[in-house]
């Protein structure tokens, strides 16, 4: 989809979460977003990072195995399309903790599938850097840090850092890391202060989640 930036004005359906969030003491910070459904869009590749095509670029997720192996499913950044059921996550809380969980919301083989990390450097990605995927709910229980995030809010306005429980790493992206369609890879990187842009990500929710697909699943 081209220009997301443009369709946003044009129709006026969608907004970078600010209505719904509240600012906290710090007049620089905001709190995190209800629970939901969300977008999640790179703060980097937003549309004008003269990499993006002019395009935002989500979080997206679909059922290729990814590179860190068996089990798992491909998490990448590509073009914003709100009609694109692997590119909306429910932002949900962990076990009644402060981690959150993150829930695709396309089920893809009829499974429940959750972002999803661990502490290895997957095939083919740059060292120092460990695998980001989704992997099915069910899992979870064997490896609950590998499923559970730090939704850390930075000092810009509506900007998040999501930080793995597993190594503490940010997720990143990169258009120097790419996949064969060239989408952008995805991956936990450690922290740097301040924050790249890439590390940064901001919750979206505009009209047009699909509702014609096996889809959706909000439980803890």
Aim: glycine content about 8%.
């Amino acid at each position: 989809m081209r220009n997301v930036r443009r369709l946003m004005s044009a129709a006026g359906a969608a907004v970078l979460v600010a209505l719904s969030l509240t600012v906290a003491a710090s007049p620089a910070q905001a709190a995190q977003p209800a629970n939901g459904w969300y977008m999640l869009v790179n703060d980097y590749y937003d549309g004008g990072s003269g990499h993006d095509n002019g395009d935002m670029w989500c979080l997206s997720a679909n059922n290729q195995t990814s590179p860190s192996g068996s089990g798992t499913n491909q998490v990448y950044l590509a073009p914003c399309n709100p009609a694109t059921a692997g590119q909306w996550w429910y932002k949900g809380s962990a076990d009644g903790y402060e981690h959150r969980t993150f829930v695709n919301y396309q089920n893809f083989d009829n499974a429940v599938w959750e972002l999803s990390s661990n502490a290895s450097t997957p095939s083919g990605f740059a060292a120092g850097t460990h695998g980001v995927y989704t992997a099915q709910k069910a899992a979870r229980t064997s490896i609950p840090d590998g499923h559970n995030w730090n939704v850390i809010e930075y000092t810009d306005p509506y900007k998040f850092r999501f930080q793995s429980l597993v190594l503490g790493e940010n997720i990143s992206a990169s258009h120097n890391n790419t996949y064969p369609a060239g989408t952008f890879k995805v991956y936990n990187t450690p922290v740097t202060n301040p924050p790249a842009a890439a590390h940064l990500w901001r919750f979206w929710q505009p009209a047009g989640r699909p509702t014609n697909c096996t889809c959706g699943d909000t439980t803890p």
